[in-house]
């Protein structure tokens, strides 16, 4: 019986000293790794690495997508394919090559995948940031082309930086190409926001076309797909279609 009681005693002072080596251990840093972590492909110049901040998901995309494109990210309850024995969410397909990809995401439940190839370079003048000069890019050759004024909400005085670049996207839409402003109404009775587009001709001015009504406020994130704007909105999870032309937007849940 002491015999038991001396093990007994020995066990709980090596359980005592593993809890002080634990707690020492979190004591000498401030951030660790995930028991089971994202591991990814390194960027390189063949392979670009991008991050999805809403669905947490990071794709490795090689030469454009034709080669491959890894998406991975931590478990996901409504994604039951393509799991692995690590518990994290992987999946792997090919896209036809159309350049070199500025960005990619998918849709809720991984449904649809978008993609965005840019021609365009848009830069930001002004303390404002809301006075656009665009440049063309088209067969290792760059135009400038007309400068444009995004109209802002309010403008703030004194004058301050107002326009942030997440707010700002492009967009080809039946052939055109277009910049789309998600512009927010903030200091209104009732808070809204909209999507605001700017048709942007390879010659002549930037003129304002189309004005898509959101009727709701938060965040959002912005594609295109079939010429329609789909918008995600963040925080209920609801996709929106708008259609160019139209300021009715048509819900999808």
């Not at 326009?163 to 009732?190: C, P």
Request: glycine share 4%.
């Amino acid at each position: 019986m002491s015999e038991d009681r001396e093990d007994q005693h020995r066990d709980r002072e090596d359980q005592h000293r593993d809890r002080e080596d634990q707690h020492r251990d979190r004591e000498d840093h401030y951030l660790e790794l995930c028991e089971t972590p994202v591991q990814f492909e390194n960027a390189s110049s063949v392979n670009n690495v991008f991050f999805d901040e809403a669905n947490k998901q990071v794709f490795a995309v090689r030469s454009g997508g034709a080669t491959g494109v890894v998406v991975k990210g931590p478990d996901d309850k409504s994604s039951v394919a393509f799991r692995d024995m690590t518990r994290v969410w992987v999946c792997a397909l090919r896209m036809e090559d159309r350049g070199e990809v500025k960005c990619i995401k998918f849709s809720i439940g991984n449904k649809i995948l978008a993609t965005k190839n840019a021609t365009v370079l848009l830069l930001s003048t002004t303390v404002q940031g809301n006075v656009l000069q665009p440049f063309a890019f088209k067969s290792g050759t760059m135009s400038k082309m007309s400068k444009f004024e995004i109209e802002l909400p309010v403008v703030p005085k004194p004058a301050k930086l107002s326009l942030s670049e997440r707010d700002i996207s492009m967009a080809t839409i039946y052939g055109q190409m277009f910049v789309m402003y998600l512009k927010h109404h903030s200091r209104t009775n009732s808070p809204t926001a909209e999507v605001v587009l700017y048709h942007l001709p390879r010659e002549g001015v930037c003129k304002k076309t189309h004005v898509l009504k959101l009727n709701t406020t938060g965040k959002f994130a912005l594609n295109i797909v079939d010429n329609l704007v789909v918008v995600h909105h963040q925080s209920s999870q609801v996709l929106v279609h708008l259609v160019p032309g139209t300021s009715t937007p048509c819900p999808r849940y």
